[in-house]
């Protein structure tokens, strides 16, 4: 795997290639998997699915075409730079025509995600006058993957399963009085069906300075990439009132 540049604190492109024997190690290995035996019509009760899983790995030593996937992340601008001595890779897409100053805007992922969960909402962001939105609306957009969590959850080729955890431990060390503050900037929430978590909005508003909460018709735990119009069209709203 291209490992982006050492020792450099200014922001650099960066491009995203495994080489042919990064990709057929990967490959064996997922040939060679020993599978575990499953009680006949087992299906999600005691687990993860064997069926299913074997069906997805057969998927990513055959059928999925990492050149052709590099290719695409090829045509997104990407970069490197080092911040306190860690290397940070990020989508850094600037707004096109914009009618006045752009807005910048950073777009975080979690935990097992990547920058890539917003590609689909990118150009809606940045350039929302083609795609029948208010020029006026357009964002920078700088889309971290999060310190860890290698480049594109392909965490076998970045070598980074162990180090994406390691939210879990941060997370643990925070002080109780730090979950119990509230946030007073000005916040908003966009509930979508299909989350893992619906939260209320007497909670929300004891956490926060809620100035919008809104529930969405569809889309899921990955809203920008489910529902990328849905999605950019909330961050459009939020935000107008803050130009």
């Known amino acids: ?73 090829a045509r997104l601008p990407r970069f490197h730079t080092r911040v306190e001595d860690v290397g940070i890779a990020f989508l850094h897409a600037r707004a096109v025509a914009p009618t006045g100053p752009a807005l910048p805007l950073v777009l975080c992922h979690g935990w097992p995600d990547s920058s890539w969960r917003y590609e689909k909402a990118l150009p809606l962001l940045t350039d929302p006058g083609a795609h029948g ?64 978590l619906h939260p209320p909005r007497a909670w929300l508003e004891r956490t926060a300075n809620v100035v919008r909460l809104a ?7 990955f809203a920008p990439f489910e529902e990328p119009e849905l999605y950019a069209q909330e961050l459009r709203e939020f935000f107008r009132p803050y130009r």
């Open 1 to 73: 795997m291209t490992q982006p540049p050492h020792g450099s604190t200014g922001v650099e492109p960066f491009r995203i290639h495994a080489t042919p024997a990064e990709l057929d190690d990967l490959r064996a290995r997922l040939d060679a998997t020993h599978w575990p035996e499953a009680p006949e019509q087992a299906g999600w009760s005691l687990g993860t699915d064997v069926t299913h899983l074997r069906e997805l790995a057969a998927y990513w030593a055959d059928e999925f075409d990492w050149p052709a996937h590099e290719t695409a992340l």
């Open 133 to 196: 939105g208010d020029p006026a609306d357009a964002f920078d957009v700088v889309v971290p993957d999060m310190p860890g969590c290698g480049l594109l959850t392909r965490y076998w080729l970045t070598g980074t399963i162990g180090s994406s955890m390691c939210l879990y431990i941060a997370n643990a060390a925070i002080p109780h009085e730090q979950h119990s503050r509230k946030v007073e900037v000005p916040s908003g929430f966009a509930r979508f069906p299909g989350d893992t």
């Open 215 to 221: 529930d969405l018709e569809r889309g899921g735990h």
